[in-house]
């Protein structure tokens, strides 16, 4: 079993569409989610993060953590074509003296048609 | 402009030859850290250097290395090149380990 499973899509919405975004993750150890952006030809960027179980906000993004079910989410509302980018989840785990360990999902295409 | 700067952006090469990457991380950033992201791996860690020492190591080929210098610039030495090497290369640096990594715009690696 993979540590970070991510559903690959494509996935294609309509403009203003709540778009959600998942990943589950089989390791306990994960102590901090992220999630990036990645547009098509650049490099991933960091969009949030989060440590604790719950919800956190940023504009029209929502990050959700569920330590229990292992489980975050990405929940984009009104979505707009210039969301039209693969996300990347990410999560960290300490491994051992001051090093963290940083393991990415594979991403998930995301079209936002106008 | 993130603040990470990779070289050159693109790459073309014979299978056999050998390629540096080069990385300057975002200033005041000590860390840097080398990923490969293929269609079907997705973003896999190769190697990450500490102000000049080495870290920790990933998915990283006997064939590659990497060194980080005093002026914390990074590179990224590949060699025998093989068609299976053609991906995109990214660096990140970080200045927190656990969060916030920050990613140059790649060097995309092409073996012919």
């Known amino acids: 079993q993979k540590e970070v499973e991510q559903d690959p899509g494509p996935l294609s919405v309509p403009e203003g569409a709540i778009v959600s975004l998942n990943c589950t993750y089989s390791?306990?150890?994960?102590?901090?989610f992220m999630w990036y952006r990645q547009y098509s030809r650049k490099g991933p960027e960091l969009l949030m993060y989060t440590y604790s179980s719950g919800n956190k906000e940023d504009g029209r993004f929502t990050a959700q953590v569920d330590k229990s079910s292992k489980y975050i989410s990405l929940f984009i509302r009104d979505s707009q074509p210039s969301d039209s980018a693969t996300y990347l989840c990410?999560?960290?785990?300490?491994?051992?003296?001051?090093?963290?360990?940083?393991?990415f999902g594979k991403g998930t295409l995301l079209t936002v048609n106008p | 402009d993130s603040g990470v700067t990779q070289t050159p952006k693109h790459l073309i090469t014979a299978t056999g030859q050998r390629v540096t990457l080069r990385c300057s991380p975002r200033s005041g950033d000590l860390s840097v850290y080398w990923y490969q992201q293929s269609l079907d791996q997705g973003l896999q860690f190769l190697i990450q250097?500490?102000?000049?020492?080495?870290?920790a190591k990933g998915n990283i080929l006997e064939r590659f290395s990497a060194q980080q210098f005093p002026d914390l610039h990074s590179e990224l030495n590949l060699s025998s090149l093989e068609l299976g090497d053609s991906a995109l290369y990214f660096c990140?640096?970080?200045?927190?380990?656990?969060?916030?990594?920050?990613f140059g715009s790649g060097t995309r690696l092409t073996v012919v």
């Open positions: 990140a640096s970080s200045a927190r380990q656990f969060y916030g990594y920050t």
């Open positions: 990410a999560m960290s785990a300490f491994s051992g003296g001051s090093n963290y360990k940083l393991t």
């Open positions: 390791n306990s150890a994960f102590q901090y």
């Open positions: 250097y500490y102000n000049g020492e080495e870290r």
